[in-house]
């Protein structure tokens, strides 16, 4: 009876670690979360404007290959070169959905998004963003260009070369063109197991943030710390 208390314990001693570490892992999350809010709530103008742009991330993540941490930091990019937070959601799809086809997961998002910040940024397309950014992703950019504006792969990079395409018509090609191409890939990918694993996170990220919330409130840790 004694050595099974002693395993029982020692059980316990195990369990009750295990809950404080993911009882530190989940006001981590809740703090990491604030911390977020307070960022978009400068981006976007408002409180309530950050928290409904945050909510929509996090869904957006749950649904999707890609990971919560990862489409928040793409959508302060995109945000800090100029698009607004209603544009950020349509953006990040079909970028994300050319990622997914090009294989490039979060990296291409990183790279697909800072381009287009820096195409926006400049108000006029230029090769660099194209030659060196764009086309390093495999992202066929001249190609798409050139069949969205009815041109020859030639002919759009004269244009560029010259300063005649605008930010404006050249995202928009852009994003036509990959929406295109690549539409649908990350719901075609939805049952395989990477997505599926990624979508789980997700979940019980949004469960420990919660349940962080609720540690920080109960304990008043703010004011504590």
Do not use: C
Request: glycine share 10%; proline share 1%; aromatic share 4%.
């Amino acid at each position: 009876a004694l050595k099974l208390s002693d395993a029982l314990l020692a059980k316990m001693k195990y369990a009750a670690a295990g809950l404080g570490v993911a009882g530190i892992a989940a006001v981590k999350m809740s703090s990491d979360f604030q911390v977020a809010s307070k960022s978009m709530e400068v981006l976007t103008g408002s409180a309530e404007a950050a928290q409904k742009h945050l909510n929509d991330l996090e869904k957006f993540a749950a649904s999707t290959p890609f990971e919560f941490n990862g489409l928040v930091d793409a959508s302060r990019r995109l945000q800090a070169f100029g698009f607004r937070a209603e544009e950020v959601i349509g953006i990040l799809e079909t970028v994300g959905d050319a990622s997914m086809a090009l294989g490039k997961g979060q990296e291409g998002i990183d790279a697909i998004t800072r381009a287009l910040g820096q195409i926006q940024a400049k108000g006029k397309l230029s090769a660099e963003e194209m030659t060196s950014q764009l086309s390093e992703t495999g992202l066929p950019a001249w190609q798409i260009l050139a069949e969205e504006m009815g041109k020859s792969v030639s002919e759009v990079q004269e244009m560029t070369t010259k300063g005649l395409i605008s930010s404006q018509a050249a995202i928009e090609a852009l994003l036509s063109g990959m929406k295109k191409r690549y539409g649908g890939m990350m719901k075609e990918m939805a049952n395989e197991i990477p997505q599926q694993l990624s979508n789980a996170k997700d979940s019980v990220a949004v469960v420990m943030r919660e349940i962080g919330d609720s540690i920080t409130e109960g304990l008043d840790l703010k004011a504590r710390l």
